[in-house]
């Protein structure tokens, strides 16, 4: 996920409105991937069913060519000023090829906000379930002394089938603002609700 996601999302992407929130009226709807279940769950694509987070998460995807990137994600505007922000994504084809964790968090981070000048520290490293097997965490902080900017970020990779998926999180501050954990907790609460209700175009070949 390239960082003008994080810092260009309204030029680029399609914000929708919190899926709890209500219609405009006197316009019609606009097309949405999604439906909200009685149970208070989300399934998107008719693929991926997972809890909606709270208020203040709004749905976004890719929408013009070459931006398909990831599959959806969440982003919130966080108090402060720019760049204070907080995105999650799922991600079907996360960068790198290896399907060992350990390779392909190497590869991932090579790529990993790539336009970005930041010096990413790694903070944790840690084996986790998840999506019904084994996964592996990364929790990063990486700091821009230029522009005075820091992002701490999470990434999960879990397998579908063979193939290493990934969710991740990105949460931007001012290098001497603060960061709201909650937001991550909310990404944690995300991945552990998240299941597939089919298999993928890989798994039936």
Do not use: H
Not at 108 to 123: D, S, T
Not at 180 to 186: G, I, Q, Y
């Amino acid at each position: 996920m390239r960082r003008k996601i994080f810092l260009s999302l309204c030029s680029l992407f399609i914000i929708l409105s919190s899926l709890s929130g209500c219609a405009t009226m006197g316009t019609s709807p606009p097309p949405r991937p999604y439906e909200v279940t009685p149970r208070g769950t989300v399934i998107y694509a008719g693929e991926f069913e997972f809890m909606l987070p709270p208020m203040g998460w709004k749905l976004f995807w890719p929408e013009g060519e070459g931006e398909e990137e990831f599959a959806f994600g969440f982003m919130k505007r966080d108090p402060g000023p720019f760049p204070s922000q907080s995105v999650f994504a799922y991600d079907e084809e996360p960068f790198g090829y290896s399907t060992k964790f350990e390779e392909r968090e190497k590869e991932f981070f090579k790529r990993f906000l790539w336009n970005a000048i930041l010096q990413f520290q790694v903070l944790e490293r840690e084996k986790v379930q998840v999506i019904g097997g084994e996964g592996w965490a990364v929790t990063v902080e990486g700091k821009d002394l230029v522009k005075r900017e820091k992002a701490k970020a999470k990434v999960i990779f879990g397998k579908r089938g063979e193939r290493v998926v990934a969710f991740y999180i990105t949460q931007w501050r001012p290098i001497d603002g603060t960061y709201d954990l909650s937001a991550f907790k909310t990404f944690e609460k995300f991945v552990e609700s998240f299941r597939y209700l089919k298999k993928s175009f890989y798994q039936t070949l």
